[in-house]
């Protein structure tokens, strides 16, 4: 048999092991040494990509402390303060509760980075409450899904991070591009959720009220603070996005610790209405106590456990594609489509359909080192480029078969994966709309770069 026909029955192979639900580290794994066996190419190449990636790979380093941030600002209590100024905002319009999921996740991202935390920790807190607001269930918890794939667009983001360590690019710039494109997305989900919640009647109202709102906002100042320390500092060059991820884990840790005792006196728990909280009692949160740190801490090892190995296998797969010359073929494929618009497009396309089938993490570590250079090779800012690539991979967080928010907003509301996708295909529309305007407008991704 040829190479050709041992690759295909690998990868027909693997293929099928990936349906059966082999995780998709094993999957990839499987199929470069399977290929690299075919193709001669010397394991020790393989097994030094793996150790290059954990032993160079210093822009990782932020990976997991962001990741550890997330779980420590949704057990301290930050994230429902979060949710609660949101609510207090827009509880006054048809479907603010759904709007207010929405912002919180935009708020969420804005100090976790990753989109399943985002989609989980939203899911969870707010799904019960809009259900018994009369919201239909499938609604909810597509809103929380679709809500989700901001988490890797407005900084700080880890796959971000991620794009920045394989092409070199300043991971700041990347952050400070996502935050236009990635509040657009927020804005776009909302007004989605508002048409879908005013034509169903869904929701109860809640009156405006100036003191709620001054209240919440008061409550949530901690999260604000965070919020504003990272891209403060990112975006003024005091500390690196690892350096920031350090602050940040930090500052979480100091706020927890010190806030559990302090609320335990004022006697304000998590179950205790807004409007029955005293202003004092607002300026903690719930926090956590120092025997419960290392649970915290290793919930967020695990999740590291299962990206960082990822991420060193496809970089190994990446160099098996080159072996095989995927990258010339790929560009001769995109270059061939014709100019700017169109070789734009076509980069579009390949990420949407393939993140219909793999998650965000090897579609970029595969394609952007392929992809990249070719935009960049027809006039395609390196930065914008960046963006509008990551957006269409966070799209395919609620884009079946794959679709991860999805199937992580069923685990946590308890509705079915599949009743969930006639809802998610109205924020897809909306999402979809969102990237193809900032396919078309760099500027919405380069306006806040310092040099743009």
Excluded at 414 to 427: D, I, N
Aim: proline fraction near 5%; include cysteine; glycine fraction near 10%.
């Amino acid at each position: 048999m040829s190479d050709g026909s041992w690759i295909t029955l690998i990868s027909l192979g693997v293929t099928v092991f990936f349906m059966l639900g082999t995780p998709v580290l094993l999957v990839i794994f499987y199929w470069v040494i399977g290929v690299s066996f075919v193709i001669d190419l010397p394991l020790s190449n393989t097994g030094n990509e793996l150790i290059n990636v954990f032993s160079k790979g210093f822009a990782l380093l932020a990976m997991p402390l962001f990741i550890l941030t997330g779980d420590l600002i949704n057990q301290s209590g930050i994230a429902r303060r979060l949710s609660d100024f949101a609510y207090s905002c827009l509880g006054w319009l048809r479907g603010g509760l759904a709007m207010a999921s929405i912002a919180a996740c935009g708020l969420f991202a804005a100090i976790s980075g990753s989109n399943s935390a985002t989609t989980a920790t939203i899911g969870s807190m707010l799904h019960p409450e809009m259900v018994k607001g009369n919201y239909d269930e499938r609604f909810s918890a597509a809103t929380a899904a679709a809500g989700g794939t901001v988490g890797i667009i407005i900084p700080p983001s880890i796959i971000f991070i991620v794009y920045g360590f394989l092409m070199n690019l300043p991971i700041s710039d990347l952050f400070i591009a996502g935050i236009v494109p990635g509040t657009l997305m927020v804005i776009a989900m909302m007004l989605v959720a508002f048409v879908v919640c005013t034509i169903n009647g869904w929701g109860i109202l809640i009156g405006l009220s100036f003191q709620r709102v001054v209240k919440t906002a008061f409550g949530a100042w901690l999260g604000f603070f965070a919020i504003g320390l990272v891209l403060w500092g990112i975006y003024t060059g005091k500390f690196s996005p690892t350096e920031a991820a350090g602050v940040t884990v930090g500052f979480c840790v100091f706020v927890g610790l010190l806030c559990y005792p302090l609320n335990k006196i004022m006697g304000s728990g998590a179950d205790v209405e807004v409007s029955d909280k005293s202003f004092l009692s607002m300026f903690v949160v719930e926090g956590f106590t120092l025997p419960s740190v290392p649970t915290i801490v290793s919930r967020s090892a695990q999740i590291t456990g299962i990206l960082v190995p990822l991420i060193a296998v496809s970089v190994a797969m990446q160099q098996v594609l080159s072996s095989l010359g995927a990258k010339e073929y790929i560009g001769a494929f995109v270059t061939g489509m014709g100019g700017y618009y169109a070789v734009l497009f076509t980069a579009m396309a390949i990420v949407f359909v393939t993140g219909m089938i793999l998650e965000s993490l090897p579609v970029t570590i595969i394609l952007a080192p392929i992809l990249a250079p070719i935009a960049a090779s027809v006039g395609v800012d390196p930065i914008h480029f960046a963006v509008v690539f990551l957006v269409g991979a966070s799209i395919g967080f609620i884009t079946p078969p794959y679709g991860l928010n999805l199937y992580v907003a069923s685990g946590v509301t308890g509705v079915p994966y599949f009743r969930l996708l006639r809802f998610s295909t109205m924020y897809l529309a909306s999402l979809i709309f969102v990237w193809f305007l900032i396919a078309l407008v760099p500027n919405l991704a380069l306006m806040l770069l310092p040099n743009s």
